[in-house]
């Protein structure tokens, strides 16, 4: 008898530890989920937020976009027309920087990445504005410089 209700208590502790590690390995699962959808909803709204941005500098870019275009194509600036131009720059250097991240961080795709970074891209073969990059390259991460250095190198290898 008492060993029936030993191998009984037995069982019924190994049903438990079994139940128990199910439990663990849901909340596990679950656990799992929730960081991923975390992880997802950061994502979406940096790259809602980068869109925001896109917006913005369309916007900035209908506004001035002959004013923008005619100061990198001159090599006689005032000083007020350089800081115009410097500004503007440095916002679509940001932009990029911002759509190079999201694309390193998976967020976006490449296709994404390029199209965002379009305002950026499409300048790179003007000298003003390579020129410009050179004198505030530093200031980014190693990888987003090396991205825009290998676009410059490849563009002016095309010319």
Do not use: C
């Not at 699962?29 to 929730?34: A, F, L, M, R, T």
């Not at 720059?89 to 994404?112: C, P, T």
């Amino acid at each position: 008898m008492k060993k029936s209700t030993s191998e009984i208590i037995e069982i019924v502790s190994a049903i438990a530890v079994v139940v128990s590690l199910v439990f663990v390995g849901v909340e596990i699962k679950n656990s799992s989920k929730q960081t991923e959808q975390n992880t997802q909803a950061l994502q979406i709204a940096a790259y809602q937020d980068l869109i925001g941005r896109i917006v913005e500098i369309n916007s900035i870019g209908i506004e001035a976009s002959a004013t923008i275009e005619s100061l990198a194509s001159s090599n006689s600036r005032t000083s007020q027309e350089d800081e115009k131009l410097n500004a503007f720059l440095w916002m679509i250097f940001r932009h990029g920087d911002m759509a190079f991240f999201q694309f390193e961080s998976n967020a976006i795709s490449e296709e994404r990445m390029r199209s965002a970074m379009a305002p950026l891209l499409f300048r790179l073969n003007n000298p003003n504005v390579v020129e410009r990059w050179k004198q505030i390259n530093m200031v980014f991460v190693p990888s987003y410089r090396n991205y825009i250095n290998n676009q410059i190198d490849l563009i002016q290898s095309e010319e």
